[in-house]
């Protein structure tokens, strides 16, 4: 390990897992939003609300990542001309915004499977409470049957973050400059290997149980009003929300 | 019973080393195959391109028994260290940093690198000033990038490919206004292809030693002195029987050995 070259590179390596971070924070609550009416649409017992629903997962759950970043970044790339007519040239033209509407539209997919698991298994004794007590479908959607699927979803769907901020090393390879393309640069400069692989897998390992943390802190949170047996003792993640929210 | 096995080990060993001085020297050529027209891969997957002719006819004239390994650019010199292969053909440019981690023999061939750019930006000349804000595309971690990245980096935006194709590719898709890499894989890989209409050479020859080194040689594994002699022995050879020239012409029309 070459301590010199850690601090030589550190300004830059700190750039690229600032760029890291801004793709995960961007395309999580981004694939977030589209996985919910994905994962509703595909429980829908009308074909025209599920079909498509199903068509969309199917794809994106199914082809690997580099592919539908090459596709949407070098793919479409080669109809610039036609992109240009509709106006939308800009958007296709950088590197960013295609990585996030890649990264955003796969873990969509994947995070619409989650729920849509998640809300098969909302219990139907409180389906049916709701319906008793006369609440309307979108009313039960938004208060029992979301609310549920998250407490359910979401140990899941921490799994989904971490792995789409892992994933996002990927689009490096369409010259976004990221934590790993930072990296491969000062490797490939310096054929120093070990130190600057190493070095930037701990701080992926840190950023990762970052997020592990916030999301158990999250997880505490919405299981808050869960009893907990008598002699159960209290997870680290219930006790650091209990310190906070005091 | 002890002296029969010790017998018969010492036949076998004699036997071995006979078999082994007999034998040719077996030699793992390792290139990357995505380098047009130095090192390609055809539609059948095969090897083909101006490394690998002259490769070939190296070992043909040091009398060595050749494979041929492709690897990754940015894996090259790490997979020769971890002895995936035995020395790198592919057009790899000899630097004072690269001779830190590996030994080169004399150079093979040495062409300049040079910008391309669209015909319509072609009045503009090559400038640190005039390259404000342009896009520039290179093949990462190549001489190329260097160059670049040092002399225009701080005006310029740099995009860096995994391959030469893709900022090729990226140029003709409008994403970039300049690339820059090895004049005669711009010429062959690109603008006498297709794709390569309306785009041209813009600005002077780059050699400077100082990035771009001594020429392109062959990389083999620090202290394998025998190697790299026989290497260097059979480039003489090839450059002075002629099997050089022919490969040559069947490439290019000009003299890609330099001087």
Known sequence: MDFGLIIDSWPALMRGAVMTLTLTAIAVPAGLALALPLAVARLSHRLWLRLPSYAVIYVFRGTPLLIQLYLIYYGLGQFNAVLKSWGVWWFFRNELYCALLVLSLNTGAYTAEIFRGAISGVPSGFIEAAQASGMSWFTRLRRIVLPSAFRLAWPAYTNEVVFLMQATSLVSLITVIELFRVTKTMADRTFDIYTMYITTGLIYLMISYGIILLFGLIEAYLMRHMPLAPNARKTINQRALAVLMR | ?259
């Open chain 2, 1 to 259: 019973m002890k002296k029969l096995v010790l017998m018969a080990f010492a036949a076998a060993m004699a036997f071995s080393f006979g078999a082994q001085a007999m034998e040719k020297m077996k030699v793992r050529m390792g290139t990357e195959g995505a380098y047009a027209p130095f090192n390609a891969v055809d539609k059948d997957g095969k090897l083909y391109g101006f490394d690998i002719d002259i490769g070939n006819a190296i070992c043909a004239a040091a009398n060595f028994e050749c494979s041929w390994v492709t690897q990754n650019w940015d894996g090259i010199i790490p997979g020769l260290i971890a002895e995936k292969f035995d020395t790198i053909i592919a057009s790899m440019s000899i630097t004072e940093e690269r001779k830190k981690k590996v030994d080169f023999t004399k150079k093979y061939y040495s062409t300049p690198a040079r910008f391309v750019t669209a015909d319509a930006n072609k009045g503009v000349e090559i400038t640190k000033a005039n390259l404000k804000d342009k896009v520039i595309g290179v093949q990462e971690g190549t001489v190329s990038d260097h160059f670049v990245t040092d002399n225009f980096g701080d005006t310029a935006k740099i995009k860096r490919y995994e391959k030469q194709d893709q900022a090729n590719l990226d140029l003709t898709s409008g994403r970039l206004d300049y690339v820059f890499a090895d004049s005669v894989v711009l010429s062959d890989g690109f603008l006498k292809t297709p794709r390569g209409k309306g785009y041209g050479f813009v600005g002077p020859n780059y050699s400077d030693q100082k990035w771009f080194g001594e020429g392109i040689g062959i990389a083999v594994r620090k202290g394998e002195d025998k190697l790299r002699e026989a290497i260097n022995a059979a480039i003489a050879k090839i450059r002075a029987d002629g099997t050089y020239a022919k490969i040559q012409a069947k490439y290019f029309d000009f003299d890609v050995y330099g001087d």
